[in-house]
Nanobody
């Protein structure tokens, strides 16, 4: 099970860190990703990190502002979000890439981020 947490209400320009904790199984060998879904919009990719944490990839809309990291010992992935904008408002989800399925196929509950202007 994946559980995202850390969302909340923050003013524009502020920062917040999301966490995604795994329980019941380990995802230390999986690529992990963050996605978000704003009201009335489709879910979109935000960031991903390889199992070792050595390679990260970001959506252009968050690059330079968001940082994804992981602590495999804690089975947890983080998303540090800085310089937040109202358009970052969404429900944020973490997911594990399942190699056999060739897609993100294991999803956690989301956490709501609201950025006020």
């Amino acid at each position: 099970q994946l559980q995202a947490s850390g969302g909340g209400l923050v003013q524009a320009g502020g920062s917040l860190r999301l966490s995604c904790a795994a329980s019941g199984r380990t995802f230390s060998s999986n690529i992990m990703g963050w996605f978000r879904q704003a009201p009335g919009k489709e879910r979109e990719f935000v960031a991903q990190i390889t199992y070792s944490g050595g390679i990260t990839y970001y959506a252009s809309s968050v690059k330079g502002r968001f940082t994804v990291t992981r602590d495999n010992a804690k089975n947890t992935v983080y998303l540090q979000m800085n310089s937040l904008k109202p358009e970052d408002t969404a429900v944020y989800y973490c997911a594990a890439y399942i190699t056999t399925a060739k897609k993100y196929d294991y999803w956690g509950q989301g956490t709501q981020l609201t950025v006020s202007s």
